[in-house]
């Protein structure tokens, strides 16, 4: 080695061939794309069930104008990680649970879905067959991004005759621009992201374009993120753009329950435990966002954002700031350190490439 980062030299735990990282800049990654170099792809047509797919040099897809995604957005996506820990190997972070939401998703959405085995399956290869573009340990992770779209081409509303499940992945850093500083939020109070009834439940594509607008216009005004309450009441806490949020008051962690309009972040549901065992008590439950005022810490989890402190919400003209140093730190360390393979993997959430 040269002993530039770029030509370190990592062993493949599958092919014991060392393979050089990709040429990119791993000190500054953000969440952006990047091409990378395969995408997985399998296809079925209605009433099939998925059965074979393969890897294909990354690259655009070819869609009918008339296809059941672009018209109707018949679509879903998923997001998970990948870390590169110290000694090589590659981990996956409850892999299983996205493709168990991907199947509560499709249902939802009357699409075919891959089963959670396939769906394993075929990350697990998606990845493997990217692992140059796999950051080093402590830079950062591969994102993987799982898409399942009827792919056939409709007109008449209907679902589409023919269905695409593809993975593509990319190295990802910090999700905002903050990094790892507090994120400012704004209460959105004229739109709403859900409603009850509707798909707010899952991952479906339509639901992330809905909050473009609000976000837009936060982000012209200097805040990072939009939180988005009931469309009911118009009192509840929901969850922001990209993430699900929880508060501290004292011992305890509320966030909101899920009832349909919520995503189930698995990131979410994985810092409910990791707090449980910590010693914190969790309330799951309606959180007004009156209780935003006298909350002693905020922050947001996700896969993308990992686990984000909130340093300061705004509501009706009104800024709320926050501590940031405390629990939201403590959580974002133990879950961290559990997905890169730094502590003891107790709770059975890591698969190990
Ligand atoms: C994720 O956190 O993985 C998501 O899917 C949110 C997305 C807006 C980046």
């Known amino acids: 080695s040269n002993g530039s980062g770029n030509t370190l030299r990592v062993a493949s735990p599958t092919s014991n061939v060392a393979t050089e990282l990709a040429d990119i800049d791993w000190d500054n ?13 399998m296809k079925c ?20 104008p008339s296809s059941a995604i672009l018209n109707y957005g018949q679509g879903l996506f998923e997001g998970l990680k990948a870390y590169r820990k110290h000694d090589g190997n590659i981990l996956l972070f409850r892999p299983e649970e996205n493709g168990l939401r991907l199947q509560m998703g499709a249902e939802r959405m009357c699409m075919p ?8 399956e075929t990350v697990k290869v998606t990845v493997l067959a990217n692992e140059r573009w796999i950051p080093p340990p402590g830079k950062g992770s591969l994102y993987i991004r799982p898409l399942l779209m009827g792919s056939g081409a409709v007109l008449g509303l209907a679902p589409a005759p023919e269905y695409t499940f593809l993975i593509y992945v990319l190295p990802v850093g910090n999700y905002f621009k903050e990094g790892l500083a507090p994120i400012n939020l704004i209460v959105e109070t004229e739109m709403h992201r859900a409603t009850p009834g509707g798909t707010g439940g899952v991952k479906a594509i339509g639901n992330y374009a809905a ?3 609000a976000q837009s216009a936060a982000k012209a005004k200097g805040f990072s993120d939009v939180l988005y309450l ?5 009192r509840y806490l929901e969850e922001v753009s990209s993430c699900n949020v929880f508060l501290v008051k004292g011992n305890v962690i509320s966030t909101p329950a899920i009832k349909g309009t919520i995503l189930p972040g698995i990131t979410r549901k994985s810092i409910i435990d990791v707090a449980l065992s910590q010693g914190f008590q969790v309330e799951e439950r309606s959180v007004t966002v009156d209780e935003l005022l006298d909350a002693d810490e905020v922050f947001c989890t996700g896969t993308a954002v990992v686990v984000s402190p909130v ?22 360390s133990a879950l961290t350190s559990l997905q890169m393979g730094l502590t003891e993997d107790k709770m059975d959430w890591i698969v190990e490439l």
């Open 29 to 41: 990654l953000g969440f952006g794309f990047i091409a990378t170099d395969y995408m997985y792809i």
């Open 45 to 64: 047509s209605q009433g099939e069930n998925f059965s074979k797919g393969e890897l294909q040099r990354f690259g655009n897809i070819e869609l009918s």
């Open 113 to 120: 879905s891959p089963t959670v085995e396939q769906f394993v």
């Open 211 to 213: 909050v473009l607008k």
């Open 230 to 234: 009931d469309s009911v009441h118009k």
């Open 311 to 332: 340093g300061s919400i705004t509501y009706q003209g009104k800024r709320v700031s926050y501590g940031v140093d405390g629990v939201s730190q403590q959580l974002y």
